[in-house]
């Protein structure tokens, strides 16, 4: 195969990570696929995906704010949390997420109370409403997880980490943010405002 210059396709394997049969209460989808944000922390949407590794499946939860789809808040346990941490966003924020159980939870709805947000999420079984969350999972499984084998959990952890934090947030450049990466639309946007200040 080196000879030819041949590489194996691994068959993809896929787990659900939508668990939208339960009676937990749903929110409306105030959001209604309105990605548009003028403000930073004004609209996150999140979505969670599973990673296949060389020990079993990793969990990852992801939060994006909509103004710069800066990557705000991941874990490999409670993303929402690192976001309000990092952000410390304003009372009224929009939460936007599918109906998985984890955010019908009364735990998480505490958590929302706690910090005034509002919350939304998407009509069943309609990916469409949550387009942003879905093409970054699109673009980090293109990008470095169909190209990568994990042996361990924590190798999955380093390079995610590395990707969403380094490369992502970063360097990666976005034709929504005028091809910019995330961080550079937060930056020059920040300079633009404190020009109109002065």
């Known amino acids: ?18 668990d939208s049969n339960h009676n ?26 599973y990673i296949q590794t060389g020990e079993g499946w990793l969990y990852l939860a992801t939060v994006i704010d909509l103004y710069s789809r ?7 346990d409670d993303a929402l949390s690192m976001a309000i941490l990092h952000r410390n966003p304003s009372q009224g924020l929009i939460w936007h997420t599918d109906r998985g159980s984890q955010y019908a939870s009364y735990s998480h709805k505490d958590l929302l109370q706690k910090h005034g947000i509002v919350q939304s999420m998407s009509r069943k079984g309609n990916c469409w409403d949550n387009a ?9 499984k293109q990008e470095l997880v169909y190209n ?43 300079m ?7």
């Open 1 to 18: 195969m080196k000879d030819f210059n041949l590489k194996v396709k691994m068959k993809r394997r896929f787990k659900n990570t939508t």
């Open 24 to 49: 937990l209460p749903i929110a409306a989808n105030i959001l209604n696929r309105d990605f548009y944000a003028s403000n930073p922390d004004e609209k996150y949407v999140g979505d969670i995906t």
């Open 70 to 76: 800066k990557i705000v808040g991941w874990s490999m």
């Open 132 to 140: 942003v969350a879905e093409s970054f999972f699109k673009s980090l």
């Open 148 to 190: 990568t084998y994990f042996y361990t959990k924590r190798q999955a952890k380093k390079e995610i980490f590395e990707y969403i934090e380094f490369y992502y947030n970063r360097t990666r450049s976005h034709s929504y943010l005028g091809n910019l990466s995330p961080n550079n639309f937060e930056e020059k946007d920040f």
């Open 192 to 198: 633009l405002q404190n020009e109109m200040v002065a």
